[in-house]
C-alpha cells in the first residue's frame, strides 16, 4: 500500500498588530494646511492633499535636522508628491506640497536624499 502525502494547510503569513496600527496612526494624522501650497504650486497641492487625505503616505521620510518630515504620495496620474509638514504647539501644520521635477519616483527620490533619511514609525 503506497503512503500517501497528508497535504498540509496553507499557512498565511500575518502582519504584526503593531505594523497594522502604525500605519492607521500614520495615515490618520491631521494637518492645518496653510494657503502657500495652493498659491505657489496650485492643483498640484490640492491633489497632494486629497491623495494624502484619502491613501494616506506611501512613505514618510525625516529632515536631517529633525523638524521637518515629508509625506510622500503617488497620485492618480501616476506622479509622485510630496507634502512637507512641522510640529508647532502641538498641532501638525503643512509647510508646502508640490511635485518635484518630472514627478518621477526617482526624481523624488533623488531630491528626499538630499534632504533627509527615510522614516519608520509613528510620527512624534
Known amino acids: 500500500m503506497a503512503a500517501s502525502a497528508i497535504p498540509f494547510p496553507a ?13 492607521v496612526l500614520l ?9 502657500h501650497a495652493v498659491s505657489r ?3 498640484d497641492a ?3 492633499r486629497k491623495c494624502l ?12 535636522d529633525g523638524d521637518t518630515f515629508y ?3 503617488r497620485l492618480e ?4 508628491g510630496l507634502q512637507a509638514i ?18 518621477s519616483w526617482k526624481a523624488l527620490l533623488e531630491y528626499l536624499h538630499r534632504l533627509g533619511t527615510r522614516f519608520t514609525g509613528g510620527l512624534p
Open 71 to 73: 509625506r510622500v504620495c
Open 53 to 64: 487625505d484619502n491613501n494616506g503616505p506611501h512613505q514618510t521620510w525625516r529632515s536631517f
Open 11 to 23: 499557512t498565511q503569513k500575518r502582519f504584526p498588530l503593531w505594523w497594522i496600527l502604525a500605519a
Open 27 to 35: 495615515a490618520a494624522i491631521t494637518v492645518v494646511v496653510h494657503s
Open 86 to 103: 512641522t510640529k508647532e504647539a502641538g498641532e501638525w501644520h503643512e509647510k508646502t506640497a508640490f511635485i518635484h521635477g518630472d514627478g
Open 46 to 48: 490640492e491633489a497632494i
Open 77 to 80: 496620474d501616476e506622479r509622485w
Open 41 to 43: 504650486h496650485g492643483a
